[in-house]
């Protein structure tokens, strides 16, 4: 499927539910460029969440002088096993502060918790490619990640990243015996195997498969494509493997001596599926009687119509129209409002930000009346 970076939402089109969506590509300052809009046919939009740090509670405790602890997304944003291990290391730590006999924090965990958050690093180009007999891995994984499970399950101890690290960029220089452990286990489906042992000009590419819902049986003709989704040519299904661990396929296919090792995966879907209506729909204004807060039941265009009026507060939007009182504390609308200020052209910089809830606890009259501490 095309996959496209750079790009947001408009908007997402259809009445009682939606019908498609229209993407554009945005500059270095999230601003849609004109022109480049594409309206897709589609029936369900998967939002993307843990984008949006949840540390309000963790900073005015901190302000508050509380001994507060905190991992995830109430600590800082990054990939999963980052909020994992982070809390792991804070599960130590608040252990520490109960009293508990507990030894320092490893120094190696501490460096591992800071690999964890890194950012993607350097692209580096493929390895392995002048080899042409007996069977071995083709690591499709070229740029720098925090991800090494491929070097832990070889059972030959064949794959190691580049460094010894666990940002380096995984390799293949030892003795393969043609498990497919590694091809299982890579959560990016980034490795195939290549078998030259029954045939030099027909080999056999051992791909990862996850897609239940359209099943590859022995026989059948795949569209073989490489890394970029080029394609390169067609092969035949020789095997079938499901993995009932992990319910991960391995799908066998015979191909050309000249593609083996440039093959990344399969195309199970047709073109016409994937591409875009001849007219995009390009309206990114949502309507008035769309919800803006739906804990407070705020529509748009009550909060359109004060913003048209010289509002630029989220705070008195909050006190006019109780968009932001509700019990998700504004997690919501609050970045609804602020896309509804740009689309009626305020700055965001002119934008004054929502105050956050300060830490407080009930103290009862009995103890100001008693006169105690």
Same mark, same amino acid.
């Given at each position: 499927? *095309?996959?496209?970076?750079?790009?947001?939402?408009?908007? %997402?089109?259809?009445?009682?539910?939606?019908?498609?969506?229209?993407?554009?590509?945005?500059?270095? +300052?999230?601003?849609?460029?004109?022109?480049?809009?594409?309206?897709?046919?589609?029936?369900?939009?998967?939002?993307?969440?843990?984008?949006?740090?949840?540390?309000?509670?963790?900073?005015? %405790?901190?302000?508050?002088?509380?001994?507060?602890?905190?991992?995830?997304?109430?600590?800082?944003?990054?990939?999963?096993?980052?909020?994992?291990?982070?809390?792991?290391?804070?599960?130590?730590?608040?252990?520490?502060?109960?009293?508990?006999?507990?030894?320092?924090?490893?120094?190696?965990?501490?460096?591992?918790?800071?690999?964890?958050?890194?950012?993607?690093?350097?692209?580096?180009?493929?390895?392995?490619?002048?080899?042409?007999?007996?069977?071995?891995?083709?690591?499709?994984?070229?740029?720098?990640?925090?991800?090494?499970?491929?070097?832990?399950?070889?059972?030959?101890?064949?794959?190691?990243?580049?460094?010894?690290?666990?940002?380096?960029?995984?390799?293949?220089?030892?003795?393969?015996? !043609?498990?497919?452990?590694?091809?299982?286990?890579?959560?990016?489906?980034?490795?195939?195997?290549?078998?030259?042992? +029954?045939?030099?000009?027909? *080999?056999?590419?051992?791909?990862?498969?996850?897609? !239940?819902?359209?099943?590859?049986?022995?026989?059948?003709?795949?569209?073989?494509?490489?890394?970029?989704?080029?394609?390169?040519?067609?092969?035949?299904?020789?095997?079938?493997?499901?993995?009932?661990?992990?319910?991960?396929?391995?799908?066998?296919?015979?191909?050309?001596? %000249?593609?083996?090792?440039?093959?990344?995966?399969?195309?199970?879907?047709?073109?016409?599926?994937?591409?875009?209506?001849?007219?995009?729909?390009?309206? *990114?204004?949502?309507?008035?009687?769309?919800?803006?807060?739906?804990?407070?039941?705020?529509?748009?265009?009550?909060?359109?119509?004060?913003?048209?009026?010289?509002?630029?507060?989220?705070?008195?939007?909050?006190?006019?129209?109780?968009?932001?009182?509700?019990?998700?504390?504004?997690?919501?609308?609050?970045?609804?409002?602020?896309?509804?200020?740009?689309?009626?052209?305020?700055?965001?910089?002119?934008?004054?930000?929502?105050? +956050?809830?300060?830490?407080?606890?009930?103290?009862?009259?009995?103890?100001?009346?008693? !006169?105690?501490?």
């Amino acid at each position: 499927m *095309p996959i496209y970076t750079s790009h947001s939402i408009l908007s %997402a089109n259809g009445e009682e539910e939606v019908s498609s969506i229209t993407i554009t590509e945005i500059d270095a +300052k999230f601003e849609p460029v004109k022109g480049t809009e594409q309206t897709f046919e589609c029936d369900t939009i998967l939002i993307a969440v843990g984008l949006d740090r949840l540390d309000e509670f963790t900073r005015e %405790a901190e302000i508050a002088g509380i001994n507060v602890f905190a991992a995830g997304d109430a600590h800082e944003i990054a990939e999963a096993s980052s909020a994992m291990f982070n809390g792991k290391i804070a599960g130590i730590e608040i252990c520490k502060a109960m009293g508990a006999e507990i030894g320092e924090i490893p120094t190696d965990w501490v460096e591992k918790a800071k690999v964890l958050k890194s950012h993607p690093g350097a692209m580096k180009p493929y390895t392995n490619f002048e080899k042409n007999e007996g069977v071995f891995p083709i690591i499709h994984c070229l740029q720098e990640i925090p991800c090494n499970p491929c070097t832990t399950v070889c059972p030959t101890n064949s794959i190691h990243t580049e460094d010894g690290g666990l940002m380096g960029v995984p390799i293949y220089d030892g003795s393969c015996i !043609g498990c497919g452990k590694c091809v299982l286990i890579c959560p990016g489906l980034a490795i195939t195997l290549v078998d030259y042992r +029954k045939n030099q000009d027909n *080999p056999i590419v051992t791909m990862p498969y996850e897609v !239940g819902n359209y099943p590859v049986k022995e026989g059948d003709k795949l569209q073989l494509m490489d890394i970029d989704g080029v394609f390169l040519e067609e092969g035949t299904v020789t095997q079938v493997l499901t993995n009932k661990a992990n319910r991960t396929q391995l799908v066998r296919a015979s191909v050309s001596s %000249a593609n083996v090792r440039k093959v990344a995966s399969f195309k199970i879907q047709d073109d016409a599926v994937s591409a875009p209506i001849t007219k995009p729909i390009i309206d *990114p204004r949502q309507p008035d009687e769309a919800m803006i807060c739906l804990c407070e039941r705020v529509t748009v265009g009550e909060v359109r119509t004060l913003i048209k009026q010289g509002i630029t507060d989220l705070n008195q939007i909050k006190a006019i129209t109780r968009a932001g009182m509700g019990p998700c504390g504004a997690k919501t609308c609050d970045t609804m409002v602020k896309q509804v200020l740009r689309q009626e052209g305020v700055p965001v910089e002119s934008v004054v930000p929502n105050t +956050k809830r300060p830490v407080f606890i009930e103290v009862p009259l009995e103890f100001f009346a008693d !006169g105690k501490e």
